[in-house]
Structures are given as structure tokens and as C-alpha cells.
């Protein structure tokens, strides 16, 4: 289940099923998003992006959803494995003149049980 | 893609000391950016740094605080000046290969540098 820990939400899954994490985008005018995942003691590492022209996409393992409407973004991750164990985070920007910076979520700790 | 690299991964720094990262591109890059990641939280833009100009600061972000160097186009640095237990983040380093043409489509992150002020 999610629940909301001391900073992070954490999301704990068994090892085979699906995940899915949820992130709230807070600009109505971004137009390009990202998912990043972040191990331990490592830097973010991009997994897959969207474009506002887009409702979903999908990559090996992974798909992203798209709501516009309630500025909505998920990551589904198929078939969960223990190395999918990580932080992960939406990043929103706008490619708006001048407008080049990223504007990252608060991310989700997925845990995944073997 | 692009591989980055930091120096130091980690430090241990004391009150009012200050601390040079080095942030290493293994290709030539427009545009660099560094960000602060508190404990258990997400990643805040501290500047973006282009070569040949200066640096851009955030909101909250100021250089005498944090002087940004960009002396080409594949490496960059970001000095913490007069530390306090407040500074203590992880530093992370991040390159934009404009691979779509557009900034910020794909920005690539370093290991980051792990900084606790006692």
C-alpha cells in the first residue's frame, strides 16, 4: 500500500506485481515531463519521458499516463523486480522563451518485496 | 548521453570552512545546472551555469553564497561558501544534451557530492 513517511511516500509492492506511483504537477503550462529514478547513494537516472501532446507512452517495462486535465502524471511499472527499488520523481518544465529549468516532484520510495 | 563525474563523492566539512565541487562531462555541453538535495527530499535548482556567462541563480540562491565557475564547455564548479549544518545536501551536477533541440529534454545527473557540516 502508500502511505507517507517522514519525507518520502513510500509505495511497497511484491516482487511480480505491477506498480504504479502518482505525481501532482503544479504548472498547467508545462509541456514535457519526465520520470527520473534515484538509488541509493546515486544521481537521478532518466527512465522516460512525454510530451503535453501525449496521453501515453510507453518503454520497456515502463508506461507513462498523462492527465492534462488534473495535472496528473503516473509511472506503471510492469512486473516489479528488486532492482526497481528506488526513489523515483516527476520532473515538469516549460519550453516557454527564457524557461529551461526542471521543476521536480516530491518523489515516491517504491520498495519492492521479495 | 553523457557521463559525469564529481569530485569529492563526500566530505565532512567544519562551520564556516567552505568547499569547491568539481562536476566532469565526458563531451562538450551547453548547459549545466546544480542542485541541492536535502535529506530525504527532492532535488531544488541552485543555478544553471553556461560557459561564458554567468551564472544564473534561483530564487534563495545567491552567488556570493554559492560562486559558480564554467571554464568550458566540460566542466564546471560549485563552491559552498562558510559552511553551516544547514548546507549539509547531496550537490548534484546536471548536464542538457539538447538532444531534441529543446533544453531540457534530456538532462543527465552525476553521482552527486555528499556534504555534511558539522
Known sequence: ?114 | SAVISQKPSRDICQRGTSLTIQCQVDSQVTMMFWYRQQPGQSLTLIATANQGSEATYESGFVIDKFPISRPNLTFSTLTVSNMSPEDSSIYLCSVDTLRGGRVGDTQYFGPGTRLTVL
Open chain 1, 1 to 114: 500500500g502508500e502511505s507517507v513517511g517522514l519525507h518520502l511516500p513510500t509505495l511497497s509492492v511484491q516482487e511480480g506485481d505491477n506498480s504504479i506511483i502518482n505525481c501532482a504537477y503544479s504548472n498547467s503550462a508545462s509541456d514535457y515531463f519526465i520520470w527520473y529514478k534515484q538509488e541509493s547513494g546515486k544521481g537521478p537516472q532518466f527512465i522516460i519521458d512525454i510530451r503535453s501532446n501525449m496521453d501515453k507512452r510507453q518503454g520497456q517495462r515502463v508506461t507513462v499516463l498523462l492527465n492534462k486535465t488534473v495535472k496528473h502524471l503516473s509511472l506503471q511499472i510492469a512486473a516489479t523486480q528488486p532492482g526497481d527499488s528506488a526513489v523515483y520523481f516527476c520532473a515538469e518544465t516549460y519550453s516557454g522563451a527564457g524557461s529551461y529549468q526542471l521543476t521536480f516532484g516530491k518523489g515516491t520510495k517504491l520498495s519492492v518485496i521479495p
